[in-house]
């Protein structure tokens, strides 16, 4: 029963996928058309035989709308194109280059403040309002407001320029090159997270059932473990699945400070660039892994709260 | 040339003895080791035992390379990076001079519009493949066939016919080059072209082998396809993250290139590449960040380098709209109220030069046009300005009101707030700032309707003052100040035709000096690049073309005795 109910919601939220993406792909493609100036535009300009040639090649000539349906026919076969600006590639493989790497990295990220933040949020609500708490948290703010642009060089400045530990920037999969890159990712997460984590733990913890489980003469540690956590970090679950979405598709600031070569990147560089195909092929991959992020999130949910039940939503 | 590097380390070195007592606060502990003293043999290369065990070169290299597709490749990374794959007919050396390439020789005909070459007898491909004249000929008519798609064909458009293939009206065929036999080719242009010879040693001109583009298509620049002649291969590409190359042993001079290596890793931040040059990871960066010169001048004096460039920067007219349309005094008071010596000196602080022309000196011999408030001293000409300034109309009750347009970036910023603080100063016009997106920038420049001071720049593809001169011409592409003067253009048409050197520089000079009396342009300061450099890497020299072959570099090892004292 139960098993089925999850199934069809499953399948009702990928067909509703289709209607989102093209509404995304349809307002993407207008609006990097609305911006001035095009790929071939740059401080040297072409010889118009030059021009004229390069956009029959590249059908920019045609009118916009048939632009538009060549362009929506081709990504049914999932073909992104060619790259305007790096011509050696097309937008699948650098997708496919980009990706994995700022998946490893926004991932470890994730984890890394997933484990740090409910732990410290969980320690600052049973020590609520003590000097302890307000430290914590103050540190968490911190963590919060300081923008990544700020560490990062810190960072590299630190561990990599004066004290030599670890590679001030550059790729190779190697842990010793993620390390400061997933660092710098998590501590606003991990500050997030822990604050979300302690404010929901204090309210958990002053529900009746709590008492309960105490009353009945279980040792804290287990009140919180087997009855507090998992409805303490709901609203971090929530909050998850988003930032995951943005964590994993890439940060400019991190991979141009560390030079990593993960997707956000591409993302500016290919509006900067009027890079048409490289834009959209990026918000496409980026609108899909939002919609199937929170998807997990939704399957989540149900699993840690009984109050949301999908077979019983009719 | 060997001599003259030899010359400068020693002078490096002794500059270096006496910042050692200094704060080593910062530095990498034995990355500051010296260099050892350069020996030479007596053919001019370096003795052996000086030289460092791993001759690897890193180099910063900037935005990642749009392609290595050597008749495609437009940006500076990926040109840079085909130099050292590919040779062309023509070289250039260390110093920038130009050099027998893949052709020993060459004439010239009487009209300058015929040059014969005559290839060297043992050239071969990265594969073992002989490389003949019918591979150059091959090249060149892949760049302009429109099929090819090539942004970068326009450096071509002097060879006979090029416009009208690119335009699709004549087969590929008809172009101006010839295949005369084997090793024997011919190129016909459409006027004399002082700088095509220069031209044949950029990326365009390169041969590729036709069997293997032909079989790959679009992926034959890729790793493990790419077949070169230069003294480098390609081994491995990795997007963003680096490019290495490595040496071509079937290179005509592999005996005597040094590099083993050359990984060129993309640094899209500078501030990021300067902390990767400190940790050791790079032995050349492509540039360092204009805040930064104080303190890499007073920590990093041995590795801080700068030097002239082919390019200027200025701030430009629109002539076609209010105010400036047909005001030559206002014009004029503009121009002489900025203090170029604050703006380099201050602001920009790398060494630029102020500039009063638009032609950057040390462009193939040419003198730029110097005009006469050159020599005055700011005081003459801010006095000068306010009598031009009141006499179109303006003073303190009715100030000029004006907008500085430019596109976002640290630099420009700073200078239009300066010029402006200048004006507002000297004059008492009322300048506000306006930042736009690269894109929009150039397209407003280009509509003409908006702008009105918009910040400009130049840097030349090649060696020849017409780079500059040619988009101030009525109807120019790139001629965003609306300028149009007959005297102006005729003396670019002949230009075009003179085939005497000396009378097509005083024809280009007299073109500089009738655009500079229009007052078109506020010129502020002529370019330098500026970079880190590992002082143990040696055999590379400043140029105005900024262009440095791995080829010539070599590694040196480091005296014992230097990094000994310094890790006590």
Same mark, same amino acid.
């Given at each position: 029963?139960?098993?089925?109910?999850?199934?069809?919601?499953?399948?009702?939220?990928?067909?509703?996928?289709?209607?989102?993406?093209?509404?995304?792909?349809?307002?993407?493609?207008?609006?990097?058309?609305?911006?001035?100036?095009?790929?071939?535009?740059?401080?040297?300009?072409?010889?118009?035989?030059?021009?004229?040639?390069?956009?029959?090649?590249?059908?920019?000539?045609?009118?916009?709308?048939?632009?538009?349906?060549?362009?929506?026919?081709?990504?049914?076969?999932?073909?992104?194109?060619?790259?305007?600006?790096?011509?050696?590639?097309?937008?699948?493989?650098?997708?496919?280059?980009?990706?994995?790497? +700022?998946?490893?990295?926004?991932?470890?990220?994730?984890?890394?403040?997933?484990?740090?933040?409910?732990?410290?949020?969980?320690?600052?609500?049973?020590?609520?309002?003590?000097?302890?708490?307000?430290?914590?948290?103050?540190?968490?703010?911190?963590?919060?407001?300081?923008?990544?642009?700020?560490?990062?060089?810190?960072?590299?400045?630190?561990?990599?320029?004066?004290?030599?530990?670890?590679?001030?920037?550059?790729?190779?999969?190697?842990?010793?090159?993620?390390?400061?890159?997933?660092?710098?990712?998590?501590?606003?997460?991990?500050?997030?997270?822990?604050?979300?984590?302690?404010?929901?733990?204090?309210?958990?913890?002053?529900?009746?059932?709590?008492?309960?489980?105490?009353?009945?003469?279980?040792?804290?540690?287990?009140?919180?473990?087997?009855?507090?956590?998992?409805?303490?970090?709901?609203?971090?679950?929530?909050?998850?699945?988003?930032?995951?979405?943005?964590?994993?598709?890439?940060?400019?600031?991190?991979?141009?400070?560390?030079?990593?070569?993960?997707?956000?990147?591409?993302?500016?560089?290919?509006?900067?660039?009027?890079?048409?195909?490289?834009?959209?092929?990026?918000?496409?991959?980026?609108?899909?892994?939002?919609?199937?992020?929170?998807?997990?999130?939704?399957?989540?949910?149900?699993?840690?709260?009984?109050?949301?039940?999908?077979?019983?939503?009719? | 040339?060997?001599?003259?590097?030899?010359?400068?380390?020693?002078?490096?070195?002794?500059?270096?003895?006496?910042?050692?007592?200094?704060?080593?606060?910062?530095?990498?502990?034995?990355?500051?080791?010296?260099?050892?003293?350069?020996?030479?043999?007596?053919?001019?290369?370096?003795?052996?035992?000086?030289?460092?065990?791993?001759?690897?070169?890193?180099?910063?290299?900037?935005?990642?390379?749009?392609?290595?597709?050597?008749?495609?490749?437009?940006?500076?990374?990926?040109?840079?990076?085909?130099?050292?794959?590919?040779?062309?007919?023509?070289?250039? +050396?260390?110093?920038?001079?130009?050099?027998?390439?893949?052709?020993?020789?060459?004439?010239?005909?009487?009209?300058?519009?015929?040059?014969?070459?005559?290839?060297?007898?043992?050239?071969?491909?990265?594969?073992?493949?002989?490389?003949?004249?019918?591979?150059?000929?091959?090249?060149?008519?892949?760049?302009?066939?429109?099929?090819?798609?090539?942004?970068?064909?326009?450096?071509?458009?002097?060879?006979?016919?090029?416009?009208?293939?690119?335009?699709?009206?004549?087969?590929?065929?008809?172009?101006?080059?010839?295949?005369?036999?084997?090793?024997?080719?011919?190129?016909?242009?459409?006027?004399?072209?002082?700088?095509?010879?220069?031209?044949?040693?950029?990326?365009?001109?390169?041969?590729?082998?036709?069997?293997?583009?032909?079989?790959?298509?679009?992926?034959? +620049?890729?790793?493990?396809?790419?077949?070169?002649?230069?003294?480098?291969?390609?081994?491995?590409?990795?997007?963003?993250?680096?490019?290495?190359?490595?040496?071509?042993?079937?290179?005509?001079?592999?005996?005597?290139?040094?590099?083993?290596?050359?990984?060129?890793?993309?640094?899209?931040?500078?501030?990021?590449?300067?902390?990767?040059?400190?940790?050791?990871?790079?032995?050349?960066?492509?540039?360092?960040?204009?805040?930064?010169?104080?303190?890499?001048?007073?920590?990093?004096?041995?590795?801080?380098?700068?030097?002239?460039?082919?390019? +200027?920067?200025?701030?430009?007219?629109?002539?076609?709209?209010?105010?400036?349309?047909?005001?030559?005094?206002?014009?004029?008071?503009?121009?002489?109220?900025?203090?170029?010596?604050?703006?380099?000196?201050?602001?920009?602080?790398?060494?630029?030069?102020?500039?009063?022309?638009?032609?950057?000196?040390?462009?193939?011999?040419?003198?730029?046009?110097?005009?006469?408030?050159?020599?005055?001293?700011?005081?003459?000409?801010?006095?000068?300005?306010?009598?031009?300034?009141?006499?179109?109309?303006?003073?303190?009750?009715?100030?000029?009101?004006?907008?500085?347009?430019?596109?976002?970036?640290?630099?420009?910023?700073?200078?239009?707030?300066?010029?402006?603080?200048?004006?507002?100063?000297?004059?008492?016009?009322?300048?506000?700032?306006?930042?736009?997106?690269?894109?929009?920038?150039?397209?407003?420049?280009?509509?003409?309707?908006?702008?009105?001071?918009?910040?400009?720049?130049?840097?030349?593809?090649?060696?020849?003052?017409?780079?500059?001169?040619?988009?101030?011409?009525?109807?120019?592409?790139?001629?965003?100040?609306?300028?149009?003067?007959?005297?102006?253009?005729?003396?670019?048409?002949?230009?075009?035709?003179?085939?005497?050197?000396?009378?097509?520089?005083?024809?280009?000079?007299?073109?500089?000096?009738?655009?500079?009396?229009?007052?078109?342009?506020?010129?502020?300061?002529?370019?330098?690049?500026?970079?880190?450099?590992?002082?143990?890497?040696?055999?590379?020299?400043?140029?105005?073309?900024?262009?440095?072959?791995?080829?010539?570099?070599?590694?040196?090892?480091?005296?014992?005795?230097?990094?000994?004292?310094?890790?006590?």
């Amino acid at each position: 029963m139960k098993q089925a109910g999850v199934f069809r919601h499953a399948a009702v939220r990928l067909l509703g996928l289709i209607p989102t993406l093209l509404v995304l792909i349809t307002i993407a493609f207008f609006l990097i058309r609305i911006a001035p100036g095009g790929p071939f535009d740059a401080e040297k300009v072409l010889p118009p035989e030059i021009r004229a040639n390069l956009d029959a090649n590249y059908h920019l000539d045609e009118p916009l709308l048939q632009q538009y349906f060549r362009y929506l026919g081709q990504i049914v076969t999932g073909d992104f194109g060619p790259s305007f600006q790096y011509k050696d590639w097309t937008v699948n493989e650098l997708i496919a280059r980009g990706f994995p790497v +700022s998946a490893t990295i926004g991932g470890l990220a994730m984890a890394l403040a997933f484990v740090l933040g409910t732990l410290i949020g969980t320690f600052a609500a049973l020590k609520q309002n003590s000097v302890i708490d307000y430290s914590v948290m103050g540190v968490a703010m911190l963590g919060i407001s300081i923008p990544n642009f700020v560490v990062a060089p810190l960072l590299i400045l630190g561990t990599a320029v004066y004290a030599g530990w670890l590679p001030a920037g550059g790729w190779d999969w190697s842990w010793q090159r993620m390390v400061l890159p997933v660092v710098t990712l998590a501590l606003p997460v991990v500050a997030y997270i822990a604050r979300l984590t302690r404010g929901s733990m204090i309210e958990v913890l002053h529900s009746n059932y709590i008492r309960t489980a105490r009353a009945k003469g279980l040792p804290e540690r287990q009140v919180i473990r087997r009855h507090a956590f998992k409805p303490a970090i709901l609203p971090v679950i929530s909050y998850m699945g988003p930032a995951t979405a943005a964590l994993i598709t890439g940060s400019v600031v991190i991979e141009r400070i560390y030079s990593i070569p993960g997707l956000g990147s591409y993302f500016v560089q290919g509006a900067l660039n009027r890079d048409y195909t490289l834009v959209l092929g990026v918000v496409i991959f980026y609108g899909i892994v939002i919609v199937v992020l929170n998807f997990i999130v939704d399957l989540l949910y149900a699993w840690l709260n009984p109050r949301i039940r999908y077979d019983e939503a009719q | 040339m060997f001599a003259r590097s030899c010359s400068v380390l020693c002078c490096v070195m002794a500059l270096s003895a006496c910042g050692d007592g200094q704060n080593d606060f910062g530095r990498p502990q034995g990355k500051r080791a010296q260099p050892v003293q350069l020996v030479l043999l007596e053919d001019g290369r370096p003795a052996p035992e000086v030289l460092a065990e791993e001759q690897v070169v890193y180099r910063g290299n900037g935005e990642e390379p749009e392609t290595l597709d050597p008749h495609l490749a437009q940006g500076v990374p990926a040109t840079r990076i085909l130099r050292d794959l590919f040779e062309g007919l023509t070289a250039e +050396s260390a110093a920038g001079d130009l050099v027998p390439g893949a052709a020993l020789r060459w004439n010239i005909s009487r009209d300058a519009r015929t040059y014969t070459f005559y290839l060297r007898r043992d050239l071969v491909w990265s594969n073992g493949d002989p490389l003949r004249a019918d591979d150059f000929v091959y090249g060149l008519q892949r760049a302009i066939d429109p099929e090819t798609n090539s942004s970068a064909a326009r450096t071509l458009l002097p060879i006979l016919n090029a416009r009208e293939v690119l335009a699709g009206e004549l087969p590929v065929e008809e172009l101006g080059i010839s295949l005369l036999d084997e090793f024997t080719m011919q190129i016909t242009l459409t006027g004399p072209t002082p700088y095509f010879l220069g031209l044949l040693a950029s990326p365009v001109a390169f041969p590729v082998h036709k069997g293997n583009v032909e079989a790959l298509g679009d992926q034959f +620049s890729k790793p493990g396809n790419l077949i070169s002649n230069g003294a480098f291969v390609l081994t491995e590409w990795t997007p963003r993250v680096s490019i290495v190359l490595e040496k071509n042993p079937r290179y005509r001079q592999a005996e005597t290139t040094l590099i083993e290596r050359v990984v060129y890793t993309p640094t899209e931040d500078r501030a990021a590449e300067v902390k990767q040059f400190r940790s050791g990871a790079l032995d050349w960066t492509n540039e360092v960040p204009n805040n930064q010169f104080k303190w890499l001048q007073a920590n990093y004096p041995d590795e801080l380098v700068t030097s002239p460039w082919m390019g +200027s920067y200025f701030l430009g007219f629109n002539l076609t709209q209010e105010p400036f349309i047909d005001n030559p005094s206002l014009r004029m008071a503009l121009i002489l109220s900025v203090d170029r010596q604050i703006i380099t000196e201050k602001v920009t602080q790398f060494g630029e030069k102020p500039s009063f022309a638009l032609v950057p000196p040390g462009i193939d011999g040419y003198v730029p046009f110097s005009p006469e408030y050159a020599d005055w001293a700011q005081e003459e000409r801010d006095h000068e300005a306010r009598r031009l300034y009141e006499q179109a109309g303006y003073s303190e009750e009715n100030p000029l009101r004006v907008e500085i347009r430019y596109n976002t970036s640290d630099n420009n910023k700073k200078i239009a707030l300066a010029v402006a603080s200048m004006w507002k100063q000297a004059l008492g016009v009322n300048a506000t700032l306006v930042n736009e997106e690269f894109r929009v920038f150039l397209q407003n420049r280009e509509q003409k309707l908006v702008t009105q001071v918009f910040s400009a720049g130049w840097i030349s593809d090649y060696n020849d003052p017409y780079s500059f001169l040619e988009m101030f011409r009525t109807g120019h592409g790139r001629n965003d100040y609306g300028y149009s003067n007959e005297t102006f253009d005729a003396l670019l048409d002949e230009v075009g035709t003179e085939r005497v050197r000396a009378r097509r520089e005083r024809l280009m000079f007299e073109a500089e000096r009738v655009l500079m009396s229009d007052h078109v342009i506020i010129p502020i300061f002529t370019y330098v690049t500026k970079r880190l450099v590992n002082p143990h890497l040696k055999g590379w020299q400043n140029n105005v073309m900024d262009h440095h072959p791995t080829q010539t570099m070599f590694k040196l090892k480091s005296s014992e005795m230097s990094s000994a004292e310094k890790n006590p």
